[in-house]
């Protein structure tokens, strides 16, 4: 008997730590993210005719990362998608992921046709440099509003087509995995009469505070 509550204690000891190996495996993500913490960003608001600057992160918790492949952005849901919304410009200031291909950057309309491939500085070995599991600065892209653009509320969203999101590091010979989830943002675009009231409340502000 003694025997077989060793041995029951023994399969419950090894369950346990197959449970939590799993646990610690689902719990490990690589994923992008519009905010830098990984949570969820604030609403952006934006008036038809203006932009928006929306910085971008690869959060990992636990794998080694290189690169960023094949990146698109699309409007997910909206009155109106695609055509209305263009990233404008690219800023890789501060970006863990300088190096990106095509090097060269024109405005692109949503969905962006182009696939942008970001990658680590070469190391001294002329190889990827290995970030170790954190959160990184991708870069910061700009989203113009067209003037025509349907009022209402978008979901701006990246994409990855080809299930190959990040370059992971040597171990694995650079070869990565789609992305646990993608970056997502909701941007309002705010009707005029909207506009208007806000700009009410701010000039009033901006009143009381002269006359005290």
């Avoid at 190391?123 to 290995?130: A, H, I, Q, R, Y």
Wanted: charged fraction near 10%; hydrophobic fraction near 40%.
């Amino acid at each position: 008997m003694k025997k077989m509550h060793n041995a029951l204690a023994w399969c419950g000891v090894v369950a346990g730590l197959a449970l939590f190996g799993g646990a610690q495996s689902a719990e490990a993500s690589v994923k992008l993210s519009f905010s830098p913490t990984g949570g969820t960003p604030t609403t952006a608001q934006v008036a038809p005719g203006n932009s928006v600057t929306l910085s971008l992160y690869l959060i990992s918790t636990a794998e080694v990362t290189t690169g960023v492949n094949d990146l698109h952005f699309d409007i997910a849901s909206g009155p109106s998608t695609g055509s209305k919304f263009t990233m404008s410009t690219r800023d890789l200031t501060g970006s863990a992921y300088p190096q990106v291909i095509p090097a060269s950057f024109s405005p692109q309309t949503l969905p962006t046709p182009t696939n942008l491939t970001h990658a680590t500085p070469d190391d001294v070995n002329s190889l990827p440099t290995e970030l170790p599991a954190g959160n990184y600065l991708v870069g910061k892209y700009t989203f113009l509003v067209d003037a025509t653009a349907v009022r209402g509320t978008y979901t701006l969203t990246t994409v990855d087509f080809t299930g190959e999101g990040y370059a992971g590091g040597a171990g694995t010979g650079y070869a990565g995995g789609a992305f646990s989830s993608p970056a997502t943002v909701t941007v309002l675009v705010p009707e005029p009469s909207t506009l208007a009231l806000a700009g009410i409340a701010t000039a009033a502000f901006a009143g009381r505070r002269r006359r005290r």
